[in-house]
T-cell receptor
């Protein structure tokens, strides 16, 4: 079965500190893509970062980086220098070789001033 | 500012009715996918269209169907609505193979 697991329902981080949101995935596909999305309380999903299964380097986008450990099937999101506006739900997602998407249950991040 | 717009933003329907939700993607976005997100849960993949053909489907019954049009708009149709269909419905589109998907703000459907 293919699925995404996010084991942290909620996380707190102090403003300006770094935080890691965990994500593990389960697939037997060789080719797949991993995504992270941010969902503020307003409801829209905001694309943050993408990692392809064949990418050898970890993806980075500004303050976001993806710690991709293929052998462990983990794709943790690292947010550096947290800001108050980072408070939101964060979803890890995987697209498999058959264009099916799987989302995790999300992690609610609260950034404290 | 998102390039994907969804309409309507909110909708209330009665059990057994049919509903059509609409999504307008950015120009050049040939791939569109639809999701159902129940309150407090992650989105569940319904299906994906590429150039007007369905090319991926999640575990949803046939009463969930879709269309994609040449003008980068798409529809999600749900027949015989059930109370459990109450959710936020999101569409997402992308242009290139390695682009991230851009989501719309969603349509919140309530079935009573």
């Amino acid at each position: 079965a293919q699925k995404i697991t996010q084991t942290q329902p909620g996380m707190f981080v102090q403003e300006k500190e770094a935080v890691t949101l965990d994500c593990t995935y389960d697939t037997s596909d060789q080719s797949y893509g991993l995504f992270w999305y941010k969902q503020p309380s307003s409801g829209e999903m905001i694309f943050l970062i993408y990692q392809g299964s064949y990418d050898e380097q970890n993806a980075t986008e500004g303050r976001y980086s993806l710690n991709f450990q293929k052998a462990r099937k983990s794709a943790n999101l690292v947010i550096s220098a947290s800001q108050l506006g980072d408070s939101a739900m964060y979803f890890c997602a995987m697209k498999n070789n058959f264009n099916k998407f799987y989302f995790g249950s999300g992690t609610k991040l609260n950034v404290k001033p | 500012e998102t390039g994907v717009t969804q309409s309507p933003t909110h909708l209330i329907k009665t059990r057994g009715q049919q509903v059509t939700l609409r999504c307008s993607s950015q120009s050049g976005h040939n791939t569109v996918s639809w999701y159902q997100q129940a309150l407090g849960q992650g989105p569940q993949f319904i299906f994906q269209y590429y150039r007007e053909e369905e090319n991926g489907r999640g575990n949803f019954p046939p009463r969930f169907s879709g269309l994609q049009f040449p003008n980068y708009s798409s529809e999600l149709n749900v027949n015989a609505l059930e109370l459990d269909d109450s959710a936020l419905y999101l569409c997402a589109s992308r242009g290139g193979l390695f682009d991230g998907y851009t989501f719309g703000s969603g349509t919140r459907l309530t079935v009573v």
